[in-house]
């Protein structure tokens, strides 16, 4: 799905010193850097342009990530924390939105900082999924924060109509007062625990999964989120690349996109899926039902949904 021509395609030596990306490309132009986010984020030649930043952080959870030290002792990681997320609003746009991919011993820690720097939160959602890590010392965790910020509420780009999913009204009871609507039809927009299929964590023999790769988010998840908050053509930013998910998806929907990336390793196989792969499942989250249980006419297509799909 990539370019193949040598002037659309290059890599750079100098990327693995923090000077420029170490891999390229146009149409959209997309971009991804080696190094410590914290280093790369102030000399981005885009700072105060990018009108979306995803960043799925290290959770400091002793995950074997090569090099990168995730086990820090608390203080560190919260200091970390807060670098990071400085420097991600130092080059968000005046309208421009920030989302955090987080789990439960974090989130509150992020939602205080950033309201502290001035954003405001627009929402906080969850990422729900039903495969959970077994575990018998507490309740399995099934779910993950969403933290949607912004810079000025009255100024954000937000296309709710290019995310609409279909209503309980509609997929479940076959509400004949939803159908007479004149627009969206048996449509609203998502409620902000997000679950579904192709929701689920990627694992197992999934067609998205990436080897090598840790916790890596699905597809639909990023695409809800790069619709929702940008347009063609927007600029879109991810500092902890990972297995590519966030340049992927926005490449596949016509936006820039920059990543940052520690990892060489994980840098080379993110820009692999980046470029030349692209999105397996395009549009197949955008207008599906998330109802949790089958139509009561039996004559609508609704049926209950799982996590998995490969």
């Known amino acids: 799905m990539g370019e193949t021509a040598p002037n659309l395609f290059e890599t750079t030596p100098d990327g693995a010193s923090g000077t420029g990306p170490a891999y390229q490309a146009q149409d959209p132009a997309t971009s991804l850097y080696l190094g410590d986010c914290r280093q790369v984020l102030p000399i981005l030649p885009e700072a105060g342009t990018v ?3 995803f960043a ?3 959770f400091n959870w002793d995950v074997n990530y090569g090099d990168w030290d995730d086990s820090m002792p608390r203080e560190d ?3 970390f924390t807060h670098q990071w997320l400085d420097a991600c609003i130092e080059v968000l746009a005046p309208n421009g939105s920030l989302w955090v991919n987080i789990p439960d011993d974090t989130a509150a820690e992020i939602v205080l900082h950033l309201k502290s720097r001035g954003l405001t939160m627009v929402n906080w959602c969850i990422w729900h999924f039903r495969f959970g890590q077994c575990r018998n010392s507490g309740f399995i965790t099934s779910k ?3 933290l949607y910020f912004c810079k000025d509420p009255a100024n954000r780009i937000w296309n709710p109509d290019a995310i609409l999913e279909q209503s309980d009204r509609a997929s479940i009871y076959g509400d004949a007062r939803t ?3 004149e627009t969206n039809k048996g449509m609203r927009v998502p409620m902000d625990v997000w679950y579904g299929k192709y929701w689920g964590r990627i694992q197992g023999n999934n067609k998205e999964r990436r080897s090598a790769h840790q916790n890596q988010i699905p597809e639909v998840y990023l695409e809800r989120i790069i619709e929702s908050c940008s347009n063609e053509g927007s600029l879109v930013l ?5 297995s590519g998910t966030t340049g992927t998806v926005a490449r596949s929907l016509g936006r820039r996109s920059i990543g940052i990336e520690y990892s060489p390793q994980s840098a080379a196989s993110a820009w692999e899926r980046i470029h ?3 999105m397996v499942r395009k549009g197949e989250g955008i207008g599906a039902s998330s ?3 089958a139509s009561r006419g039996g004559s609508r297509a609704s049926t209950p949904h799982g996590d998995g799909g490969s």
């Open 51 to 53: 009108d979306l930043v």
């Open 56 to 58: 799925d952080p290290p």
């Open 77 to 79: 990681y919260e200091q």
């Open 144 to 146: 993950v924060h969403a």
């Open 179 to 181: 159908m007479a609507k």
């Open 238 to 242: 991810d500092p902890f690349a990972g």
């Open 276 to 278: 030349d792969i692209g």
């Open 291 to 293: 109802a949790i249980f």
